[in-house]
């Protein structure tokens, strides 16, 4: 199994761009989520998503979209990339009653 | 909502010896469930332990284990005999009926030989 697949790995952007932050799983976990990581706050969710066709929005969603068409896939959308956005981007899926597994993360950068 | 506090941002231990990582939570659900992920700095996040809120034996696994005190809220993680590969940040994390997970800001562990 492959597990947690986050693309890309790193992402420079100009400041108004937009683009997807891919994440799929291949172990049919019902739970997904986007998690930022900055230095000294830990990890924060942006949202997250209990089953295909459902999402809702953490503690951090402004400037984000997410979808969940499908059990496998989690795109995180950036709408306008802001500098305040620069940030280490984690995916994570989990079964109802366990923990969760993490991708391998994206660190993004706006400029 | 849940919260999360990792007082310790820095800790530092022998090879060899015990370390405990502190942790407390603040919820008011009655079923809830505590984890601790390692990070280590090549920026991974590893699952560690689990604990449930019901459970009545504090989770162990390997060197691993969780001291579980649920009228001080405190989850604590305590890392026996450590290892070089030890050195990593560590996060503690907590999750409701609500299926939210919560972490804590971490605790960078260094082992010193």
């Known amino acids: 199994n492959a597990g947690v697949t986050q693309t890309p790995k790193f992402q420079v952007l100009k400041t108004g761009q937009s683009m997807t932050l891919q994440c799929a799983q291949d172990?049919?976990?019902?739970?997904m989520s986007w998690y930022r990581q900055d230095p000294g706050m830990g990890l924060r969710l942006i949202h997250y998503?209990?089953?295909?066709?459902?999402?809702d929005q953490g503690e951090v969603p402004n400037g984000y979209n997410v979808s969940r068409s499908t059990t496998e896939d989690f795109p995180l959308r950036l709408l306008s990339a802001a500098p305040s956005q620069t940030s280490v981007y984690f995916c994570?899926?989990?079964?109802?009653?366990?923990?969760?597994?993490f991708g391998s993360g994206t660190r993004l950068t706006v400029v | 909502a849940q919260k999360i506090t990792q007082t310790q941002p820095g800790m530092f231990v022998q090879e060899k010896e015990a370390v405990t990582l502190d942790c407390t939570y603040d919820?008011?659900?009655?079923?809830?469930?505590l984890f601790w992920y390692k990070q280590p700095s090549s920026g991974e996040m590893i699952f560690l332990i689990y604990?449930?809120?019901?459970?009545?034996q504090n989770a162990t696994e390997g060197r691993y284990s969780l001291n579980f005190q649920k009228a001080r809220k405190s989850a604590n993680l305590v890392i026996s005999a450590s290892q070089l590969g030890d050195s990593a940040m560590y996060f503690c994390a907590t999750t409701n009926t609500g299926n939210q997970f919560y972490f804590g800001t971490g605790t960078s562990l260094t082992v010193i030989p």
């Open positions: 172990m049919n976990h019902e739970y």
């Open positions: 919820t008011s659900d009655p079923s809830y469930g």
């Open positions: 998503s209990v089953g295909a066709g459902i999402t």
């Open positions: 604990q449930g809120s019901y459970d009545q």
């Open positions: 994570a899926s989990r079964h109802r009653l366990g923990g969760y597994t």
